[in-house]
């Protein structure tokens, strides 16, 4: 049978063999999730609305690109781009299943100069930082996710907890957090560092000399005003620029971002469409600041 599902805007079909600028991949779970609404549709949902922004490539293979209106230039002109599809899920398997997903992300990595997650539940997380090689996450979240450990795997709730225990995962910049909790919330260990600018997140990375780090995003970080698609909206939210400031003062101090993820987006209907277009919006212009 010919596959005719969608891909992250129309790219090809992800090829062993292929060398890539941009390689996407969906995790379309919600094993791990405690909000009101499931972020196990998102990957599909992601490429489904991705595709009001076809891919239309030159005569070399590389893309012709998205002209920006807000920036006045082109996005990611040239760039190869591939889907190597959705990992495959079950809700009956729990998140145990999600094992061998270090071994998929490894594996994309090799082909790819980025390699761009669409989750699913901020729990996997966990499993890209057990794919990491000495390298630091920057962490984008409204919600500090940092209860104690309580079991072999994480949820939201404590996959940050879990993370400061891998020794793949050289430091974590969070960033995005917001609101108001007990004050007596546990103290970020000596690799977690709580930033409250761009600056403080490339201060943070510094401080343990860190190269390379993937960018992990839970969209709940956005004004709900903005996205609200998600399992748990917090007023007083940040707009896309806030981060992608971020990503651009990362590339700018000259650390690398070979992986860009994001999470937590959770579609329920049609109604949800502008979230979507919000979401492919950011990441087409997240994806050209890793890049460069």
């Known amino acids: 049978m010919i596959d005719v599902a969608p891909t992250m805007f129309g790219a090809p079909r992800w090829n062993q063999d292929t060398a890539y600028d941009v390689v996407f991949v969906g995790v379309p779970t919600d094993t791990g999730g405690l909000g009101h609404r499931s972020p196990a549709a998102a990957p599909g949902f992601l490429r489904s609305t991705s595709t009001l922004f076809p891919l239309m490539n030159g005569r070399t293979g590389g893309a012709l690109g998205w002209f920006d209106y807000t920036t006045r230039t082109t ?56 794919a990491l ?11 500090e996710d940092a209860a104690g450990k309580n ?18 995962v050289q430091a974590i910049a969070q960033f995005g957090l917001r609101g108001i909790v007990p004050a007596d919330r546990r103290e ?3 690799k977690r560092r709580l930033c409250a600018s761009a600056e403080d997140v490339v201060s943070a990375l510094r401080a343990h000399s860190v190269s390379s780090t993937a960018v992990t995003v839970d969209v709940d970080v956005f004004d709900p ?33 070979p992986v860009l993820e994001v999470a937590e987006f959770a579609p329920v209907s ?23």
């Open 270 to 292: 049609e109604l949800d469409v502008t979230s979507g277009l919000f979401l492919v919006n950011f990441l087409l212009r997240a994806i050209a600041l890793s890049l460069d």
């Open 151 to 168: 079991g072999a795997f994480p949820d939201c709730a404590n996959v940050v907890s879990h993370l400061d225990d891998e020794d793949a």
């Open 75 to 130: 996005l990611l002109q040239g760039v190869r781009m591939a889907d190597a599809g959705d990992f495959p899920c079950s809700r009956a398997e729990g998140i145990g299943q999600l094992s061998a997903l270090p071994y998929v992300y490894e594996t994309l990595r090799e082909s790819t100069k980025l390699l761009v997650i669409l989750g699913g539940d901020h729990s996997i997380s966990y499993f890209l930082g057990k």
């Open 225 to 257: 005003s903005l996205l609200p698609a998600v399992g748990s909206a917090l007023p007083e939210g940040l707009r896309s620029t806030d981060v992608l400031r971020v990503v651009a003062a990362v590339r700018n101090a000259g650390i690398r971002i």
């Open 188 to 190: 970020p260990p000596a």
């Open 133 to 143: 090689d000495q390298e630091g996450i920057v962490w984008v979240d409204a919600h």
